[in-house]
């Protein structure tokens, strides 16, 4: 395939060529083109179908901006729909697809849309979409859903790597044209840490696309000189092919590096994109400015495209979208496109100008004072209308034409903080205004400044100010200065369908109809039409819009307001933002001590916040859960069991004012526990809610070990911290998080004793006397191993939990199964460690939901009214200690194979089953192999009193009724023998 | 955003986690007449203005230092950074 729009010139390598595929044609290229250049020079104007009409589209622009010219890259798991063809890099390989079109890009059958447009306008679907409400759901959205969108996803797991960095700097300069270079090089040469960041991946901005000199240099020719002196500079960082895509607080910036998208297949280890968090005091944003198109009839024909976008596509990628072209303008700056293309061979049909006043020209025609009325050409241009300005028509035969309204600058960046950028008369456009963000400042076209020296010398000054560097600048190149000379000219009135926002297909009649039917505030009219919602956010339409808008009320534009910009700049790929934390490495991930050889026992873990816990431990042969649980909770019970329990939260209180400290923090009293006991303690938040529990062991007068629920350890660790020093900053008290320095076990059944004076060093005592229930110590295990013992019990078993440095954990889970063989020793997961508290009737995290008080749950007493503690004051707010409150009670299915399923709800046994009867819910439900029985524990209103009545469990959800009685809660032995034998 | 950490200097907000106004340093005393009414208060309402607020940090991925922030809600603009306990202390709290 010959290059047939390739012209001369350029900064394309022509000694390599690349072959690349488009909607499965191939193709040839050179590096430093773009797609969409490479797609220009082989005469390739249609690239896709617009999103609502199905309208066949061309490229609009050469950068960023674009709306229309989007493609599906690469294959497989790696295709990326939505990306814009004019910043795709040129590789050897690339392949992209057209999108929205079916069956094929030339004859799409939707564009049966474009007929129907009369009906499909602004607020279509609000106005017809409406009844039934029934229909919405199964029928006019999937059928939307199916006619709009752009590209599709893959369905695939992004294979590639994307990582997150941070960066410093005293100066992060946005943007590489004439003013970011030229401040890059006052701060670089003053000596000042800079980064120089763009989205390109050539430096240069628009002096790279332009043909006039800068010094003594051609102006790419400058920029290239200027970037090899910054790279020489060891304090000066170059990062092309980087996005600065947001400005955030205190001078933080979140930019897009795209480290590996101009590469055919990445290396090893390499992330395809990086996001950069830079932290820099001060900034300089040289975004530049951005054409805007003039609305006509249709003005949407591939082929028609942003005059600079044309002067880009010969200039830098020596590549035409025809041979023959004409230009529409408002402005000189039109005018420079047709003299450049001229001189690149291209014939110029004519230049349009709406202008009286135009300039000529000796080398092509100049229409003064003549508008484009409308366009031929189904697929592409084939001939262009004008309206002269003696009202005659004339027709051009031309296959491009370039579009100039003048030129926006970029201040999306200054609006990121709620800055409002403010109306500049001679530009006819919004320039930055006062509120900008901390430490930024504007330079070059961004500001206003809309010549090429006047962009030199503000970025040199702009640099300065920024890093307060008085003393002289560097010297400025002489360059162009020609003021800019253009006439406010938004869209052709009289035209039936001229596109404003071509990405979301928005018409001037669409901006209009939103007027007249009262959607006349900005933001309204952005929602009614969608215009500047696309993935392009309307870098080439919004100021239009607001034109039209503006004139049909009759107001000026800045009367009407501007919507302002927010993060990012351009569209992200979700993947950027989570960089590793996909998958498995979503959150980190503990481990117990005792994982690896849970592990190698085949257990069935469960996460648990960050934790991973065994759940249980199957045997050969047991192929149903349960079986497992069962066992482990029988064996438990008959002889001794093991469960891993570092994952509760452990934090040392040590000081003389601990125990007060614990006095504040806990409901119930600690002050007169004596040393080497523990005692459960009950937590609650200031409102009277239960917050949390667990136990404090008095290891010495000044020392407490504290132990937390897995699931708040990290919060009640904060609320200690917070009580300690803003509540009670004097007391003399340190809290240390140990959960990760102690691996502690829970040995549990009526041989645990045994089993334990195997291990624990002889000196120890732990007969019954000597180590009482709820007694604690620090002892000696293995002959000689320092641990920490507790005599507590969550199953309502003979129980201990040991504790030994974590590093100790493995092997003393090892230990404990070896010498526990004669025991028949068991090991026991969460599920079992469950069901046997839940026979216990001890309240756990379902229980202690947020939403209940120690009055709810039993424990009303344990609330101490002769002290001060968080929370006991509004514990005793009225609607809290009614005599119908919720109170937890054991819950027991009549027959025992019936299921009871917490989440159900307690109904009377009688009258009906709804919210207004209500009579509590449960909150546990559990198989107890003990009882043979399903059981639960649930909150019921005045439960307390009414053990033994009947109720029926309902779940309207899962259709469930079961019939239940209501009984204690503590099903297994009520009396407390066994875990004080 | 930036919080300069009166001990440790500029830190990233994210390693913080936030409370909400320093008002809740002023617990009301529980034996009060009127302690119900104080704590209800001291619970639930709280001023929400649009301009300068102090609040509660905490330094959670760092030094565990709670700290008062005086932020202004409008501009994110923070003009001051003390130590909780330092606040508290001078706010007549004590053990």
Redesign the interface.
């Known amino acids: 395939m010959t290059q047939s729009n390739r012209l001369g010139g350029g900064q394309i390598d022509r000694n390599t060529s690349l072959t690349f595929r488009f909607d499965n044609r191939s193709y040839t290229a050179h590096p430093g083109d773009t797609l969409a250049s490479a797609l220009l020079a082989n005469d390739v104007r249609l690239i896709g179908r617009s999103f609502k009409y199905h309208r066949p589209r061309g490229l609009l622009t050469a950068g960023s901006e674009e709306p229309n010219g989007m493609v599906e890259l690469r294959t497989g798991a790696r295709k990326e729909p939505n990306t814009r063809a004019t910043t795709i890099e040129m590789f050897d390989g690339l392949e992209a697809r057209s999108q929205n079109r079916w069956p094929s890009l030339k004859f799409d059958a939707l564009a049966v849309n474009d007929l129907f447009s009369n009906f499909l306008s602004a607020g279509f679907y609000y106005k017809t979409f409406m009844w039934p409400a029934a229909f919405w759901e199964k029928l006019y959205e999937p059928m939307i859903r199916r006619a709009a969108g752009l590209g599709s996803l893959s369905m695939e797991d992004d294979p590639d790597e994307y990582d997150k960095g941070f960066r410093h700097c005293d100066l992060l300069i946005i943007g590489a044209g004439p003013a970011g270079l030229m401040a890059a090089l006052t701060a670089g040469r003053a000596g000042a840490d800079v980064i120089l960041a763009d989205e390109d991946f050539a430096l240069g901005g628009r002096l790279n696309s332009e043909s006039f000199a800068v010094g003594d240099h051609s102006a790419p020719d400058w920029a290239a000189q200027v970037v090899a002196e910054l790279s020489s500079m060891p304090n000066v960082r170059l990062m092309p092919r980087t996005t600065v895509i947001g400005a ?5 910036y979140g930019a897009v590096e795209r480290t590996g998208d101009h590469l055919p297949t990445l290396p090893d280890g390499k992330p395809r994109q990086i996001l950069w968090r830079i ?1 820099t005091q001060k900034a300089l944003l040289c975004a530049g400015a951005t054409e805007r198109p003039i609305a006509f009839e249709n003005n949407d024909r591939p082929g028609i495209m942003m005059a600079s976008a044309m002067r880009t596509y010969a200039n830098r990628f020596a590549a035409t979208p025809s041979q023959r072209v004409a230009i529409f303008t408002n402005n000189d700056d039109g005018h420079r496109t047709a003299a450049d293309l001229h001189t690149k061979g291209v014939k110029i049909a004519a230049v349009v100008d709406v202008r009286e006043d135009a300039p000529g020209s000796y080398d092509y025609e100049v229409l003064k004072g003549a508008q484009v009325t409308d366009t031929k050409g189904r697929l592409g241009l084939t001939f262009v209308e004008v309206t002269l300005s003696d009202g005659s028509s004339r027709t051009l035969d031309c296959g491009a034409l370039g579009v100039s309204g003048g030129w926006n600058p970029n201040v999306h960046l200054t609006c990121h ?1 709620r800055g409002r950028p403010v109306w500049n008369d001679d530009l006819a456009a919004f320039v930055p205004g006062a509120d900008l963000p ?1 430490g930024l400042s504007v330079a070059g076209a961004a500001n206003g400044v809309m010549t090429t020296y006047g962009a030199l010398k503000s970025g040199a000054e702009g640099a300065a100010e920024a890093l307060e560097r008085k003393g002289a600048l560097p010297d400025l190149p002489e360059a162009e200065d020609a003021p800019v000379k253009q006439k406010p000219f938004w869209y052709v009135e009289g035209c039936k369908r001229a596109w404003v926002d071509q990405q979301n297909d928005v018409t001037v009649k669409d901006v209009k109809l939103s007027y007249q039917e009262g959607f006349r505030s900005v933001e309204h009219l952005k929602r009614y039409t969608t215009l500047g919602m696309a993935t392009d956010q309307g870098k080439t339409s919004n100021i239009t819009g607001l034109a039209i808008m503006a004139e049909v009320a009759g107001k000026s534009i800045p009367e009407v307001g501007t919507t302002i910009f927010r993060p990012p700049y351009t569209p992200i790929p979700i993947a950027t933002f989570a960089g590793r934390m996909k998958g498995q490495e979503f959150h980190p991930t503990r481990l117990t001590p005792s994982h690896y050889w849970a592990k190698e026992r085949g257990a069935v873990f469960v996460e648990a916040g960050n934790w991973l816990r065994a759940q249980w431990f199957p045997l050969p042969g047991e192929t149903h859960w349960r079986q497992s649980v069962d066992r482990e909770v029988r064996e438990t019970r008959a002889s001794v069991g093991v469960c891993d329990c570092t994952t509760l939260g452990k934090i040392d209180v040590q000081g003389t ?1 601990a125990a ?1 400290f614990l006095n504040r923090i806990y409901a119930n009293g600690f002050a007169k526990l004596p040393v080497g006991k523990t005692r459960y303690g009950l937590m609650l938040r ?2 009277g809610m239960v917050m949390d529990d667990g136990t404090a062991a008095r290891m010495a007068e000044d020392h407490f070990v504290v132990t937390t629920t897995t699931a708040n350890a ?1 919060s009640v660790y ?1 609320h200690m ?2 009580v300690r ?7 003399d008290v340190q809290l240390i998080s140990t959960t990760e320095a102690w691996a502690q076990f829970a040995v549990a059944g009526p041989n645990a004793r045994k089993l334990l004076q195997k291990i624990v060093d002889p000196e120890f005592d732990l007969s019954n006397e000597a180590f009482p229930f709820m007694a604690c110590g620090n002892i000696t295990v293995c002959g000689g191993l320092r641990a920490r013992l507790f005599r507590i019990s969550f199953s309502g078993e003979l129980a201990y939990e040991i504790a030994v440095p974590s590093r100790y954990g493995d092997a003393l889970m090892r230990r404990l199964m070896a010498e526990g063989e004669e025991f028949n020793v068991v090991p026991y997961g969460t599920e079992a460690l469950g069901v046997m508290r839940v026979e216990k009737g001890h309240a756990a995290g379902n229980e202690l939901n947020g939403t209940t008080t120690a009055l709810n749950l039993g424990l009303g007493k344990m609330v101490s009214k002769k002290k ?1 503690s968080i929370g ?3 514990s ?2 009225e609607a809290l200690v009614e005599p119908d409150v919720l109170r937890l009670v054991g819950i027991k299915p009549v027959q025992p194979e019936d299921k009871i399923t917490a989440g159900g709800h307690l109904m009377n046994a009688d009258g009906p089953v709804d919210a207004a009867n209500d009579q509590g819910y449960v909150t546990s439900a559990v198989y107890s192999p003990i009882l043979n029985s399903n059981i639960g524990l649930g909150l019921v209103k005045n439960g307390a009193e009414r053990l033994g009545e009947k109720m029926r469990l309902v779940s309207p959800l899962t259709d469930l009724t079961v019939e239940v009685e209501l009984v204690s809660a503590h099903f297994v032995d009520p009396e407390g023998e066994r875990l004080r034998a | 955003m930036i919080i300069n950490h009166p001990l440790l200097g500029p830190r990233d907000a994210s390693e913080f986690t936030y409370l909400g106004d320093a008002s809740l340093i002023d617990r009301p005393d529980w034996q009060a007449e009127n302690a119900s009414e104080a704590f209800y208060e001291y619970g639930y309402l709280r001023d929400n203005p649009a301009g300068e607020h102090q609040e509660l940090w905490y330094h959670e991925a760092g030094d565990r230092s709670w700290l008062v922030v005086t932020r202004n809600t409008l501009t994110h603009e923070i003009s001051k950074v003390e130590l909780a306990r330092d606040v508290a202390r001078a706010r007549g709290r004590s053990k």
């Open positions: 955030f607080d205190h001078g933080i932290y903080q901390v004012d007060e200031e409102d990290v904060r911290e917070f020093q803003c509540l009670y900053p004097d007391m001060d006991s004051v509004l005793e707010r």
